[in-house]
T-cell receptor, first 118, second 114 residues
Framework: GAVVSQHPSWVICKSGTSVKIECRSL??????MFWYRQFPKQSLMLMAT?????????EQGVEKDKFLINHASLTLSTLTVTSAHPEDSSFYIC??????????????FGSGTRLTVV | KQEVTQIPAALSVPEGENLVLNCSFT??????LQWFRQDPGKGLTSLLL?????REQTSGRLNASLDKSSGRSTLYIAASQPGDSATYLC?????????????FGQGTTLQVKP
């Protein structure tokens, strides 16, 4: 249980175009989702927190106009990288906070999206 | 500001060895601590979750411990296998269970040689 499906798994786009990444909770309702960015051989850096039906909260230094997050339903959150540039090339991972059986909350992660901007 | 550090950054061991991965955090006011596994180009798989009130958790050949007072956690892997080769990440949940954020360490990349 508690599966998050992330698509696409990889995408190559031209500089200046926009790319949308989707994360769906398959068997639970995800009130809160998180978006992370990971550079090669580095850890996950939290970009933003999204709550269903409200605006996302962005971490310091993350451009909210460049990384648009929408969490319009309890099972879908999207990240759109607008006017992508080569420096936006990275691995993006979503995560959902989920209620567990033996503990209050845990976190489940999508499989990630490798974005390459050329 | 919570900072999570993992040592070593990389580790190579022969098959069958027992090993320990280390994780330290600067702010002891954590709600819980999780260990994850990440295979190259993939997402994260949760291995163990230790609540702040717990000292350790075990799952198969894995044992994770937590010492909040010293700001440390360890992941012990017994009888390592080549299939254990991956990057292991620890993450501290800073804040409450329903409003907190996971802060990740840089990871330890493990290679188990046959």
């Amino acid at each position: 249980g508690a599966v998050v499906s992330q698509h696409p798994s990889w995408v190559i786009c031209k500089s200046g175009t926009s790319v949308k990444i989707e994360c769906r909770s398959l068997d639970f309702q995800a009130t809160t989702m998180f978006w992370y960015r990971q550079f090669p051989k580095q850890s996950l850096m939290l970009m933003a927190t999204s709550n269903e039906g409200s605006k996302a909260t962005y971490e310091q230094g993350v451009e909210k106009d460049k990384f648009l997050i929408n969490h319009a339903s309890l099972t879908l959150s999207t990240l759109t990288v607008t006017s992508a540039h080569p420096e936006d090339s990275s691995f993006y991972i979503c995560s959902a906070r989920v209620r567990l059986v033996r503990s209050p909350y845990g976190y489940t992660f999508g499989s990630g999206t490798r974005l390459t901007v050329v | 500001k919570q900072e999570v550090t993992q040592i070593p950054a990389a580790l190579s061991v022969p098959e069958g060895e027992n090993l320990v991965l280390n994780c330290s955090f600067t702010d002891s006011a954590i709600y819980n601590l999780q260990w994850f596994r990440q295979d190259p180009g993939k997402g994260l798989t949760s291995l163990l979750l230790i609540q702040s009130s717990q000292r350790e958790q075990t799952s198969g050949r894995l044992n994770a411990s937590l010492d909040k007072s010293s700001g440390r956690s360890t992941l012990y892997i017994a009888a390592s296998q080549p299939g254990d080769s991956a990057t292991y990440l620890c993450a501290a949940l800073h804040g409450s269970s329903n409003t907190g954020k996971l802060i990740f360490g840089q990871g330890t990349t493990l290679q188990v040689k046959p």
